[in-house]
């Protein structure tokens, strides 16, 4: 029996520090994916105020708090109106401290999971508190593991998620061009190493001396990429995946089978 799933990878062209200009152009994305009949769309990381620590500096927290509610508000109507989930990347400020975050929106614009990211990258932790533990949600057709950017370059996060019951994995990017080759290495290793379909959207955008190029992929659970898209543009993807591949290939001995019977014992730490 299949489990068809179809996702859509919203690449977009955020504009830095033009939060309402970014929301209006998540808000179309939304629509278009599901126009295309999408069941999830995917965000990039801080796709509101978009992402370059030298520049925004403090605005970074300055803007997603500003705008924290009409991003809710789009959020959530976009998936209520369009009856899809939407996963996106942005700051939030919980207990005085400011997240890089994503939050999972469900078919009725109820928010069904939120994620802080763990690795915190260059400047980040300048700005961002550091965030722990499982991000394995339950939608209706599967459990979604979510990572935020950084995080796909550590192997252990991933397994984590795969042992914690993720059927998908999902990441959110704001990756640079000087390391193009590390995000296709390392999302279709993450793939292949879980045997775990793989979806991860990136910013398509030029801030001043920072490239952030795009290249949103999706994998499947061999490997092989299902989707690749256009370097520097901002667009939609979308793509059909069947959970019962993954599924049917953990069955039989491979890399998922043979490390859940290592007696390997790996645990989130908070």
Request: with cysteine; net charge negative; proline share 2%.
């Given at each position: 029996?299949?489990?068809?799933?179809?996702?859509?990878?919203?690449?977009?062209?955020?504009?830095?520090?033009?939060?309402?200009?970014?929301?209006?152009?998540?808000?179309?994305?939304?629509?278009?994916?599901?126009?295309?009949?999408?069941?999830?769309?995917?965000?990039?990381?801080?796709?509101?105020?978009?992402?370059?620590?030298?520049?925004?500096?403090?605005?970074?927290?300055?803007?997603?708090?500003?705008?924290?509610?009409?991003?809710?508000?789009?959020?959530?109507?976009?998936?209520?109106?369009?009856?899809?989930?939407?996963?996106?990347?942005?700051?939030?400020?919980?207990?005085?401290?400011?997240?890089?975050?994503?939050?999972?929106?469900?078919?009725?614009?109820?928010?069904?999971?939120?994620?802080?990211?763990?690795?915190?990258?260059?400047?980040?932790?300048?700005?961002?508190?550091?965030?722990?533990?499982?991000?394995?949600?339950?939608?209706?057709?599967?459990?979604?593991?979510?990572?935020?950017?950084?995080?796909?370059?550590?192997?252990?996060?991933?397994?984590?998620?795969?042992?914690?019951?993720?059927?998908?994995?999902?990441?959110?990017?704001?990756?640079?061009?000087?390391?193009?080759?590390?995000?296709?290495?390392?999302?279709?290793?993450?793939?292949?190493?879980?045997?775990?379909?793989?979806?991860?959207?990136?910013?398509?955008?030029?801030?001043?001396?920072?490239?952030?190029?795009?290249?949103?992929?999706a994998v499947g659970p061999d490997g092989q990429t299902i989707?690749?898209?256009?370097?520097?543009?901002?667009?939609?993807?979308?793509?059909?995946?069947?959970?019962?591949?993954?599924?049917?290939?953990?069955?039989?001995?491979?890399?998922?089978?043979?490390?859940?019977?290592?007696?390997?014992?790996?645990?989130?730490?908070?």
């Open positions: 029996m299949s489990r068809n799933v179809k996702i859509a990878l919203g690449q977009m062209a955020v504009e830095l520090g033009n939060v309402e200009d970014n929301i209006r152009t998540a808000e179309r994305m939304i629509e278009q994916a599901a126009e295309a009949g999408a069941d999830l769309i995917l965000l990039p990381e801080l796709c509101f105020t978009g992402y370059n620590l030298d520049i925004l500096g403090q605005d970074t927290c300055g803007l997603s708090e500003k705008f924290a509610l009409p991003i809710h508000a789009a959020l959530s109507g976009s998936a209520r109106r369009g009856g899809l989930y939407v996963l996106a990347g942005l700051g939030i400020k919980k207990g005085g401290e400011l997240f890089n975050a994503a939050l999972l929106y469900d078919r009725s614009g109820a928010i069904a999971g939120e994620y802080h990211k763990t690795f915190l990258f260059g400047r980040e932790g300048e700005f961002f508190a550091r965030g722990s533990g499982s991000s394995v949600f339950v939608t209706d057709f599967g459990r979604v593991g979510v990572l935020i950017c950084y995080d796909i370059g550590f192997p252990e996060m991933v397994r984590l998620l795969s042992l914690d019951g993720a059927e998908l994995l999902t990441v959110l990017a704001a990756w640079r061009y000087q390391d193009e080759m590390a995000w296709d290495l390392n999302v279709r290793s993450r793939a292949l190493e879980n045997q775990l379909f793989t979806v991860a959207v990136n910013q398509a955008a030029r801030y001043d001396n920072l490239r952030l190029f795009g290249g949103s992929m989707i690749k898209m256009e370097n520097d543009r901002g667009a939609l993807g979308v793509c059909d995946i069947d959970l019962e591949q993954a599924e049917n290939l953990r069955k039989f001995p491979g890399y998922y089978q043979d490390f859940s019977k290592s007696g390997i014992r790996l645990s989130w730490r908070t």
